[in-house]
């Protein structure tokens, strides 16, 4: 007989019971990811947190989470993930591919290896993901796949053409996954975020200013530069610019997951709101005036 905890959490002695849900979510080691987990652990599935190095999820495990080691840039780690959860439930229930980062910086001037990295963990690392846990989400014949994109996905910023670019990227296969996948009983959606209070504005802020990420165009240092300020004033005042908690994107997640029809994409808190409307509304021009009067372009010096 199962406890109302082991119900609860899908956990039998410490361990993910075969026939609970389980969902599998990467980057789980802070903000949205986290905030993912910590929300599905009281619901009644079994939930796989993981992330790189599972010294980070040790309160997770805590809480009722099973952790394991993901790099989405690794692809045996994703390999022997997915054979565990399938070892235990037959399959991956929910896939919420989540990890990801925000590479900075003018298109021409930004290191291609970081370039390549980039899109190795925003695109092909989800890709991967999701390419793994499907056959036997089909033979099942159910599944969820919920992508953790961006309103980066919809419309592009100067300085951040690489970002942005792997979220089209990201947004566009689940696109095509959506039409695809539908037959066989699988969901796939799309969560776009605008702004959320996690570590993502330090980790961009750090790429920007270090080392072969920072570049090597004198005629872009100012750009870069007036980047960071941008980056820094939206941390040290983040409600003046609508950054929303992680939380509210991980109710967003539940409801992919949960929901009997769930939306194709859902865009979360204001930032995202407002940004897609605008964008839905302006022409191209119009939106491109916006943008400048708003964000910083390179400037001609001299
Ligand atoms: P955080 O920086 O707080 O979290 C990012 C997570 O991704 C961390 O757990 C990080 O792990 C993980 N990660 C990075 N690289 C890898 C990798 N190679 N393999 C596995 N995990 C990795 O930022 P967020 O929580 O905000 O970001 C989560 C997602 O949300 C991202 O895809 C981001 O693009 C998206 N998003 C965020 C927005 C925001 O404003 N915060 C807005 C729109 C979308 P580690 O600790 O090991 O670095």
């Known amino acids: ?6 119900k609860a959490t899908g956990r039998e002695g410490g361990m993910p019971m075969p026939g609970a849900r389980a969902v599998v979510i990467t980057g789980c080691s802070s903000g949205i990811g986290r905030a993912v987990a910590e929300h599905l652990i009281s619901r009644d599935y079994a939930v796989y947190a993981t992330a790189r190095r599972v010294d980070d999820l040790g309160d997770l495990a805590a809480a009722g989470a099973y952790v394991l080691r993901v790099d989405v840039a690794d692809e045996r780690s994703m390999r022997e993930c997915v054979r565990q959860v399938e070892d235990r439930h037959g399959a991956v229930w929910g896939l919420v591919n989540n990890a990801g980062y925000a590479l900075t910086g003018p298109v021409e001037d930004i290191d291609m290896g970081e370039v390549r990295r980039q899109f190795e963990v925003n695109v092909f690392g989800q890709l991967t993901m999701a390419r793994l846990a499907l056959p036997a989400m089909r033979s099942r014949g159910e599944g969820r796949i919920v992508n953790v994109s961006s309103v980066a996905g919809r419309f592009t910023f100067p300085g951040g053409g690489c970002y942005h670019a792997s979220k089209h990227a990201l947004t566009s296969f689940s696109d095509a996954l959506r039409f ?9 959606s799309t969560i776009e975020p605008g702004a959320v209070g996690t570590r993502f504005i330090d980790t961009a802020l750090e790429l920007l200013t270090r ?36 939380q509210k994107v991980a109710r967003a997640v539940e409801h992919a997951l ?14 995202a709101h407002v940004s897609l409307g605008l964008r839905r509304l302006l022409p191209q021009t119009l939106f491109d005036t916006l943008v400048r009067s708003y964000l910083p372009v390179p400037r001609r010096e001299g």
Do not use: S, W
């Not at 007989?1 to 082991?6: A, D």
């Open 180 to 188: 695809e996948v539908k037959p066989f009983g699988i969901y796939v």
């Open 211 to 246: 080392g072969a990420a920072a570049g090597e165009a004198p005629e872009y240092a100012p750009f870069r530069r007036d980047l960071a300020h941008c980056y820094q004033r939206v941390r040290n005042a983040p409600r003046r610019y609508g950054v929303g908690p992680p």
């Open 258 to 271: 949960r929901a009997p029809v769930p939306r194709p994409r859902y865009p979360v808190g204001a930032v």
């Open 1 to 6: 007989m199962r406890t109302r905890k082991e």
